[in-house]
């Protein structure tokens, strides 16, 4: 399937602009597909292209605004808010937590997965991997119905390993 998706994208044309997948922002709306790019590859990269969009608006106002607020706070600064979160379920090297901040515009639930210690990406050991792997595939994949992992310019707690957990909203 990332095969189908990278060859496809080869045939994807954006004006003036490229989406983010490729170079920069572009508006779904700019995009341009020609007539060898396959249907689900056109999907998966409009997908992208508005999830980019609108990754800045997934919180409704009232949570942004709180969301904000927070940002500034001495609490922020300080303890790690994924540290501290609320637990759902614990695994040996890692944690499903309450995201206090949740993207309430699309989901009806959003949970976070981290490693238990305090890391950044580079730091998770084979083992962890592991078992990341193995949480994906025997809880995740059966509790939620997506994963977004942020990248390194958009995370807000960038010294702390995690992937959201998405259900979205019916």
Request: proline share 5%; net charge neutral.
């Amino acid at each position: 399937m990332l095969n189908e998706v990278s060859k496809g994208l080869t045939h994807l044309q954006a004006a003036p602009a490229r989406c983010s997948m490729i170079c920069a922002p572009v508006r779904a709306s700019q995009i341009k597909v020609c007539d060898q790019t396959p249907r689900f590859t056109e999907r998966v990269f409009l997908f992208f292209c508005i999830l980019d969009t609108i990754m800045a608006t997934l919180r409704l106002d009232e949570t942004k605004a709180a969301y904000d607020a927070y940002q500034l706070e001495d609490e922020f600064k300080g303890a790690c808010p994924l540290c501290n979160a609320p637990t759902v379920r614990t695994f040996t090297y890692w944690r499903v937590v309450k995201n206090r901040f949740p993207y309430d515009k699309i989901a009806g639930v959003h949970d976070m997965l981290v490693p238990v210690r305090h890391i950044i990406e580079k730091d998770i050991t084979e083992e962890e991997w592991r078992e990341l792997a193995h949480i994906k595939n025997e809880f995740v994949h059966s509790n939620y119905q997506f994963i977004i992992e942020a990248t390194h310019k958009t995370k807000s707690i960038p010294a702390h390993f995690h992937l959201h957990l998405i259900v979205l909203k019916d």
